[in-house]
């Protein structure tokens, strides 16, 4: 069993920044891969990165490429999602998940491939 806690939200203009963290709970931490998700008000549940276990393989959706930086910290059991030149569309609450298993790869972008969910944080960004 994993416990997922997001912290880092926010209100923000756009172009700014913000660093989202989640803290797993629970050992074995790095034997998952983890992914960060968006969901807006009548919208889809969203993908928008992934990372390996290792931190070597990381995966973006095309909306964030370039903007949004995913890295992880084993020792710490901690994941974050780095939020540069934020806009408006970038607003939603944010989710991360843990997929359980030591991949090479990270391109999991489905929602029901993860077996672990945190509680969301939200980031909004005023235009």
């Known amino acids: 069993q994993v416990q997922l806690v997001e912290s880092g939200g926010g209100l923000v203009q756009a172009g700014g920044s913000l660093r989202l963290s989640c803290v797993a709970s629970?050992?074995?931490?790095?034997?998952?891969?983890m992914g960060w998700f968006r969901q807006a008000p009548g919208k889809e549940r969203e993908f928008v990165a992934a990372?390996?276990?290792?931190?070597?393989?990381?995966t973006y959706s095309d909306s964030v490429k370039g903007r949004f930086t995913v890295s992880r910290d084993n020792a710490k059991n901690t994941v974050y999602l780095q939020m540069n030149s934020l806009k408006p569309e970038d607003t939603a609450a944010y989710y991360c998940?843990?997929?359980?298993?030591?991949?090479?790869?990270?391109?999991?972008?489905?929602?029901?491939?993860?077996?672990?969910w945190g509680q969301g944080t939200q980031v909004t960004v005023s235009s």
């Open positions: 629970g050992r074995s931490f790095s034997n998952y891969v």
């Open positions: 990372i390996n276990w290792s931190g070597r393989s990381t």
């Open positions: 998940a843990a997929k359980w298993g030591v991949y090479s790869g990270s391109y999991y972008p489905r929602p029901n491939e993860y077996d672990y």
